[in-house]
């Protein structure tokens, strides 16, 4: 059979994959069983493989490329376009042939084993931080019934924990109390859960030459710059620090038509994760800038004159993402700008 291109449409058991020879004849369209997979591949000439960027993609990319094809990556909501009518796993399979074989089809670059372990460790350590917020909230409600009132912040409640296991809250009933400790140990559990990982985050840091370079950026440490240099495995897949911003959603939306452009909102495209971090680091480097007299707090106090400041701290992590961006595709690492 003389394949050129494949649409792969992947699933849990039974798999679609939908065939073209070069001018773009259906050659072959079969369901596989996941057992099957692999030996179907590997009785294959070296062709052009499309694959949708969704659960398990990545796995089969490395599988697949280990046996001589070149896997293509794209986002789904790019393959969309190409369904016909109704949706079902063959028309999904050859919307996913169709789309590969694009000239100007927008790829994703296939990450490692080892950079989606790191991966692994932040979405943990995001869910294990959402756990200990609900928590914190949990025990900060509960004493407000029984009028014990505390600030805001991790720091108030892990106080008000140390009051209630020393019994300083006499307000409390020795049911509530022991409720109380029920979930107090259950935060402490989780503190140290989120410590041991972000230990094992700090150990891949030491290691990793290019998360070491994003961490010289001011507003970026080890968390942004272990998921940045994690997520963004080829930084040349970005033309520019300008499409890779906006690959993060930190660019207007645009509406324009006829002639007249109209800016919106940022998008909140891509990946929200690195986008929460940027402008989490944007907001402390505003912080400082307050008080500092280097050309980027002149440039950042200049623009809290004339703005909002949350609007400035999109502004600061759209510039820090085209930094990062600068960093990743050059080698190098961050150097600040000096005025004449």
């Known amino acids: 059979m003389n394949i050129t291109t494949i649409g792969l449409d992947l699933a849990k058991n039974v798999f679609q994959v939908h065939c073209v020879d070069g001018v773009g004849n259906v050659v072959l369209k079969k369901k596989l069983r996941r057992a099957e997979m692999l030996t179907f591949f590997s009785g294959l000439p070296p062709c052009q493989v499309g694959i949708e960027a969704c659960a398990t993609a990545h796995h089969w990319a490395r599988e697949i490329a280990t046996l001589g094809h070149d896997v293509r990556l794209m986002p789904p909501s ?74 805001q912040g991790a720091r108030r409640a892990c106080e008000l ?70 997520s963004i495995p080829d930084p040349s897949m970005f033309r520019s620090g300008r499409e890779f911003a906006a690959f993060l959603g930190l660019v207007p939306r645009q509406n324009s038509s006829g002639g007249k452009e109209r800016l919106g909102r940022i998008s909140k495209m891509g990946n929200g994760y690195l986008r929460k971090l940027l402008v989490v680091g944007a907001t402390s480097v505003i912080r400082r800038a307050r008080t500092s007299t280097s050309a980027s707090a002149t440039w950042i106090n200049a623009l809290l004159e004339r703005r909002p400041a949350r609007v400035v701290n999109v502004a600061m992590a759209n510039k820090n993402a085209r930094i990062a961006w600068a960093v990743l595709a050059r080698g190098e690492v961050y150097r600040p700008h000096v005025p004449a």
């Open 78 to 151: 790019y393959v969309k376009a190409y369904v016909r009518r109704q949706k079902n796993d063959a028309a999904d399979a050859e919307a996913i042939c169709e789309a590969a074989s694009r000239p100007t089809m927008r790829f994703v670059p296939v990450k490692s084993a080892e950079q989606q372990s790191v991966l692994v460790l932040h979405r943990s350590r995001e869910l294990l931080v959402r756990q200990r917020t609900m928590l914190i909230n949990a025990i900060r409600g509960h004493c407000a019934e029984f009028g014990i009132i505390v600030a």
């Open 161 to 230: 924990v140390e009051k209630i296991r020393q019994g300083e809250a006499s307000e409390l009933p020795d049911l509530a109390r022991s409720a109380l400790l029920v979930l107090a140990n259950q935060l402490d559990a989780l503190a140290a859960e989120i410590y041991a990982l972000e230990r094992q985050l700090q150990v891949w840091h030491r290691k990793d030459q290019a998360s070491q370079r994003l961490a010289t950026i001011p507003g970026v440490g080890i968390i942004t710059a272990t998921a940045l240099a994690a």
